[in-house]
């Protein structure tokens, strides 16, 4: 088994965006991944690759908690991500990404252009969106759009941001490790990566950091939707692509 550094690098990019769009890399760490190994081992991955990017985010954002959001969004999202990972054997994902991305697209595509509305963040809608988020972080191994999508509509201020949905991420990655780890995700090609993508973690966030620091509060929402909007194009696409591949062959 060898390193592939393409990859690495490829981690390296997402999860600079990651950190700047506030929703984690794994939206696009995911995809990426799946051109180069299968399903399954980058499910294993991403969460060895999150609990390291994720206690980066925390030291550095820390200040801007939301203790009432992390209560609301990380406790469903962590019961629903154990659901999720212990569904992802036997449910079909290429079906549940066609979902995803669909899901994606229209309601990023709904609030970057009715830019005024702003679900309040009550308790109903924390829970909702962080069941949402963390049954999708279980079965398909990202999650960090749907949250993202749904603390972006609550319209937070960057750093509050950014923070709660490291803190509520690391829950979800320290809960579905050891549910993929008995699933059979995590083996030694999956461990091999463990030193490299743990310093990609750090890097990567400290760099979407200093990167953060020179964009505006009021381009930060906008920045975080297209950031969405693209991710669930791109896997449309990507399924796409693989179904005709398949029908020509």
């Given at each position: ?8 690098l ?11 769009g506030g929703?984690?890399?794994?939206v696009?760490f995911?995809?990426l ?5 299968d399903f399954?081992?980058?499910?294993g991955?991403t ?5 390291s990017?994720?206690v980066?985010?925390?030291?550095l ?12 969004i990380?406790?469903?999202s ?8 212990f ?10 990404e066609?979902v995803?991305g669909?899901f ?9 252009i ?5 679900i309040l ?12 988020s963390?049954?999708?972080a279980?079965l398909l ?10 603390m972006?509509?609550f319209?937070?201020?960057k ?12 829950m979800?990655?320290f ?6 780890y008995?699933?059979?995700y995590?083996g030694?090609?999956e461990l091999?990566?463990?030193?490299f993508?743990?310093a990609i973690?750090?890097?990567g966030?400290?760099l979407?950091?200093?990167?953060l620091?020179?964009?505006p ?8 939707l297209i ?6 194009l791109?896997?449309?696409?990507k399924?796409a692509f693989d179904y005709w591949?398949?029908?020509a062959?």
């Amino acid at each position: 088994m060898k390193i592939n550094y393409t990859f690495l690098l490829l981690a390296l990019v997402a999860e600079i965006i990651g950190t700047i769009g506030g929703f984690g890399s794994s939206v696009f760490f995911v995809p990426l991944g799946n051109f180069y190994f299968d399903f399954y081992s980058v499910l294993g991955m991403t969460a060895i690759f999150h609990l390291s990017s994720n206690v980066s985010k925390i030291f550095l954002f820390k200040k801007g908690l939301d203790k009432k959001l992390l209560l609301y969004i990380g406790i469903p999202s962590v019961l629903f991500v154990i659901v999720g990972g212990f569904l992802s054997k036997i449910a079909d994902s290429a079906i549940l990404e066609i979902v995803l991305g669909a899901f994606l697209v229209v309601f990023s595509l709904l609030f970057l252009i009715k830019s005024e509305i702003v679900i309040l963040p009550n308790k109903k809608n924390s829970i909702i969106g962080g069941a949402l988020s963390g049954f999708s972080a279980g079965l398909l191994g990202t999650g960090g759009a749907i949250r993202g999508l749904t603390m972006a509509a609550f319209n937070l201020e960057k750093s509050a941001f950014i923070a709660t949905s490291a803190f509520i991420d690391f829950m979800i990655d320290f809960s579905r490790t050891f549910v993929y780890y008995g699933n059979g995700y995590i083996g030694k090609q999956e461990l091999m990566y463990l030193p490299f993508l743990f310093a990609i973690g750090l890097i990567g966030t400290y760099l979407g950091k200093r990167i953060l620091h020179y964009i505006p509060q009021e381009r930060f929402r906008k920045l975080s939707l297209i950031f969405i909007l693209l991710i669930g194009l791109a896997t449309i696409t990507k399924l796409a692509f693989d179904y005709w591949s398949m029908s020509a062959s």
